[in-house]
């Protein structure tokens, strides 16, 4: 059974930082682009970041853009999100996502490039 399991999500102060992971099962990481989107109450989900299977390529939202860092490790069917310096907006639920493509292109933050979802996990900015 294809599944994705993101973990790392939590409650943390302006300017803290949290590392989102999103593991594989049943299907090899590597073969895929992933990508992370997010959404508060009341808004549209968001693509926030992208990488490809190799990981040589990735994009970013301008409202994550250094702050947040996409990264994987093949060898352990996992893909992280480094957030860096959050601000109370970040807050959201966050999913990843396994495109059956292995590039990410400028319509990353579109849904519908990607076929499997993990189930999200929150993450709170607040002091």
């Known amino acids: 059974q294809l599944q994705l399991v993101e973990s790392g999500g939590g409650l943390v102060q302006p300017g803290g930082s949290l590392r989102l992971s999103c593991a594989a099962s049943g299907f090899t990481l590597g073969t895929t682009a992933i990508g992370w989107f997010r959404q508060a109450p009341g808004k549209e989900r968001e693509g926030v970041s992208c990488i490809d299977n190799g990981g040589g390529i990735t994009k970013y939202a301008d409202s994550v853009k250094g702050r947040f860092t996409i990264s994987r490790d093949n060898a352990k069917n996992t893909v992280y999100l480094q957030m860096n310096s959050l601000k109370p907006e970040d807050t959201a639920v966050y999913y990843c996502?396994?495109?059956?493509?292995?590039?990410?292109?400028?319509?990353?933050?579109?849904?519908?490039?990607?076929?499997?979802w993990g189930q999200g996990t929150q993450v709170t900015v607040s002091s």
């Open positions: 996502a396994a495109s059956r493509m292995r590039g990410c292109y400028n319509d990353y933050n579109r849904g519908s490039r990607y076929d499997y």
